[in-house]
DNA sequence: CCCGATTGCGTTTTT
DNA sequence: CGCAATCGGG
């Protein structure tokens, strides 16, 4: 018992073991959030406080979710798979699922991402003649989810003129399609299930007797409906409430644009009471010198609970500052820096870059290139967001729910079965007459579009007959076979990705099966693979009297449970994870990790701050927020850059630093001078500005951007900004430069992304627009540059 | 129906 | 500038 409870520090020790009371737990940065979180859950269970059933655990990724889960079991000999460990969509859906009929849903619902929504809406703006022009659907997402994050149903919502009128009435059009096709968007799985628990007693009840103890992970980031939820599980005022255990950290609290509500820190401490509230200050993540400049800068912040971290790590390297001319040239700065420290036997995988923008990574990408430095870039598509995966899932819940016209609608013509616009305005119009789904409507539709279709129906009928005996893993696999998919991406000629997703695809069904344990001891309880062998549930017969979810049924076959899989869980960015590279990515995605070298760069009033903050009310302190979390990713060394001229757009612009070196204690920083270049104006000391003026900063940035005199190289524009040394050197010597046009006997046209080596070697990277992408050697291909 | 051309847009993102 | 979505010709 003892062992789980040493090596924690005071304040760990005091958070880990407080009273079954409401206690808000502040967690710096690197200060052992988890592993607090985590702790007290064993400990808690360990002294038979509680039950792993009495307890409900709640983040906002699958990845924290997972984290806390592994170490849980690592912990305790016990299976952390039945517990309620999850993120709040994922918490919802499983209780949304298990009351389905009390919560108004078909049994097996689909859940729309934000993709699939936005396609949806699109669909019902079209369906009504709406102007999208006047009411463009992105405005309209936004719109329907805000309101329904903030926990308002159309009625709900204060309409002051015609336009907001408008809005709020395709908000409610929005809602009764998707019940009609038994379809749920990510803001609706909280939605509904925050008023099932508020409004069946029964159920509420239930839950409020069942979890104890509710943990929250990342209190900060929550959002208004999220808190709500939380209040109304914990049976908040109820005289029985659960002990609601949140860990947060204001200072990190960089989502506001997404309905993060930092306010719910100050407002659960108020209304709970709490009279447990503990800071975690011992960092153990950082240098001094890193650790000070992430206090000072924060301390700039006026609206904070307050924290300060400490560590014992000792000062450490100074952080190191450098201003580049341009963009190229801060990109080939940090490659002669990855070199050296790759050099001196760091990993690549330690270190990383980071950035405000996605859009800044291009000209580091490629620089890293032709360096021949591996890197890896987060972000992107994920896995079951790719079209083709999207596709075979279409296929697979149209076998689960005909009525789901998204999927209907995303596959009925693809591959292309001759089923034309046309044909698919009479469908639509067909369906809106009868007021039926589109499948449904099929039968109303005549001439030789209605067989095109009837033969799509039948289609679809022969798969779902022929999978209902067929595990998962083959029911995937033979849809994508039946479907054309597989044909047709054979006879694409850039198929073959999508071909090795698909079967990615099988495969993830496979290992799906084997993790969720739908194995064969599933199969001996109800056969839940064979949906024919369900006719009790078919019929919606569930057990109104167990509202344990535990006791009920399966309730989902491997099928719903995978397709909800997939969109609750878009799975990884990138698959070429391996080698060891150089990671790169936004300071947002950096959040929760650490490396020993980071570079934080476009540090730019502009860019970082970014100018868009200036609009919104508390878009400052977030900025700084987000400063502060990417200074804290680093361990041991700290880069921070800037440059003076950036082409953004495809236009040249200029930059001023950004105002956060004023806000970074002198002491811990170097400057370090660019070879070449005075840099008088820009050294510690001039220019400092004070806080207070922070309001009007968006016009502040313009005029400082006139005032402060260029004493360094003035940017002239064009080429001979921010080059590449070594480049420069091997375009005089090939003739070539990165970024050229030029033209093959053979391949055409094309653009030179890269040149690597020398002489006899020198190899070009050339995008061709007809043939793609290809290295040429320079020396035996013929090229004509072209101007 | 497919492909090339044109147009528009550009902060951050998980579920 | 680079991309994604949409448009229009063959």
New binding site residues.
Partial sequence: MSSLLANLNAEQLAAVTLPDEPALILAGAGSGKTRVLTTRIAWLIQNGRVSPAGILAVT??????KEMQTRLSSMLPINTRGMWIG????LC?RMLRAHFRDAGLPQTFAIL??QDQLSAI?RLLKGLNVDDEKYPPKNLQYFINNAKEQGLRPADVEANDDFNRRFVDLYAAYDEQCQREGVVD??E?LLRCYELLRYNDAIRQHYQHRFRHVLVDEFQDTNVLQYQWLKLLAGYGSGNAAAVFAVGDDDQS??A??GANVGNMRDFEQEFRVRHLIKLEQNYRSHGHILDSANHLISHNARRLGKNLRTDAGHGEPVRVFQAGSDGQEASWIVEEIRDQIAQGMSRSEIAILY?????S?VIEHALFSSGIPYRV??GL?FF?RAEVKHALAYLQLIENPRNDAAFGRVV?F???????KSLEVLQDAARQYNCSLAEAVAYVPGKAGSSLGAFIRLIEQMRAETSRMTLAQTVEYVTNTSGLMTHYQT??EGQDRIENLQELVTAAQAFVVEEGYGLEALGRMLPANRDAMPALAQGEQDQQVLDPEQLPVVMTPLVAFLTHA????GD?QAQAGQDAVQM?????AKGLEFNVVFITGLEEGLFP?E??A??AD?LE??RR?MYVAITRARARLYLSFAQSR?????MRYHVRSRFFEELPEASLKWITPQGQAYGAYGSGSGRQSSERESAWGRDWFKRAEDVPYTGVKPTGGMDTGKNYAEEKRAAATGFRV?QSVFHNKFGEG?IKALEGEGADARANIDF??HGTKWLALSVAKLDAID
């Fill in positions: 906002f990724t699958n990845k924290a979710a993120t709040f969509h994922g859906n991402d934000s699109k990510f803001a799985l960089i989502y644009f997404r405000r923008s996605n859009a800044q291009r987060y972000g994920r967001e013509n591959p292309t079965r001759g089923i034309g616009a694409e000629k969109s609750l869980e878009a960015n990515m936004t300071v947002h995605a970014h868009n903050s609009m919104e878009g977030e900025e987000l082409v953004l757009h495809g236009q970024g653009k627009k007809r």
